[in-house]
């Protein structure tokens, strides 16, 4: 996983960064939800045109038959439904970082200007480094079932 918004230009501010991650983290969740339904969608139409071909076609049941396995497979790979929603989410908290920043509130009511500062730069990092412990945690796990799986199927 590439760092979300890294660039050659470093932020020079907590609310540079912080824009940059909501932009990352924006653009990054739409494009998952995009290719979640658009996958999710090819997955409904093939899985109508199995029934429908057999009637016809062994081939055209097969062929549909491989792509919806395919589509399945890629989604899996992917896991563009998950990236959609925990990109979302990260992206919908760095905005209300955002707006309490902006706004003087909640943690940043009463700070001055420099306090206010520091307090965004350490939860804006905070919620980051959060969702890419969650990442980091899922790619192990997925390891871990993954081999469990290779496993039950060279022994049976």
Known sequence: MSSPGASSEEPDSGY???????????????????????????????????????LLSGKVTAVAGVLLIVAQALQQLNQWQHNWITFRSTCEALRHEKYSFVGGSGVYDGLDA???????????????????????????????????????????
């Open 16 to 54: 540079d960064r912080l824009e940059q991650q909501i932009r990352w983290y924006d653009q990054k969740s739409t494009e998952a939800q995009h290719w979640y339904k658009r996958v999710k969608l090819s997955e409904f139409v093939l899985a109508g045109v199995v029934p429908f071909s057999a």
């Open 114 to 156: 420099e306090g206010a500062q520091k307090m965004l730069v350490e939860r804006v990092e905070a919620l980051i480094s959060t969702e890419h412990a969650k990442w980091q945690s899922r790619q192990e796990y997925a390891k871990k079932a993954d081999a469990k799986q290779g496993q039950r199927q060279s022994q049976g």
